[in-house]
């Protein structure tokens, strides 16, 4: 099955929260690998990189947030990985 990546801006009530941690925890249970930052205004960003279903329910998640987030606007750019692209292992925090 063909690898996608997507290029989520989320903001809102993000950063403070646990939000990044929480976006860890659901993307190492499904198997999704890529990053998450805090932004310098506030949002936060998040590259995803695996099968399609399985980032469908990253966003899900990312769309709702942990507890005690508030997401008011999620913007989700696809990417097509092609053979030779960069690709993540695992899923990290980036400071």
């Known amino acids: 099955m063909p690898i996608k990546q997507a290029e989520i801006m989320v903001r809102g009530i993000v950063q ?4 990044r941690y929480n976006t860890k925890e659901i ?7 890529g990053w998450v930052k805090n932004m310098s205004d506030g949002s936060v960003k998040i590259i995803a990189q695996g099968e399609k279903e399985k980032i469908d329910e990253f966003l899900a998640w990312c769309k ?7 997401v008011e606007d999620v913007k989700i750019d696809w990417k097509e990985l092609d053979e030779g692209a960069e690709t993540y292992d695992g899923f990290k925090i980036e400071y």
Do not use: Q
């Not at 403070?16 to 939000?19: E, L």
């Not at 709702?64 to 508030?70: P, T, V």
């Open 16 to 19: 403070g929260v646990n939000y």
């Open 27 to 33: 993307a190492d249970k499904l198997g999704v690998v």
């Open 64 to 70: 709702k947030g942990s507890d005690i987030s508030k």
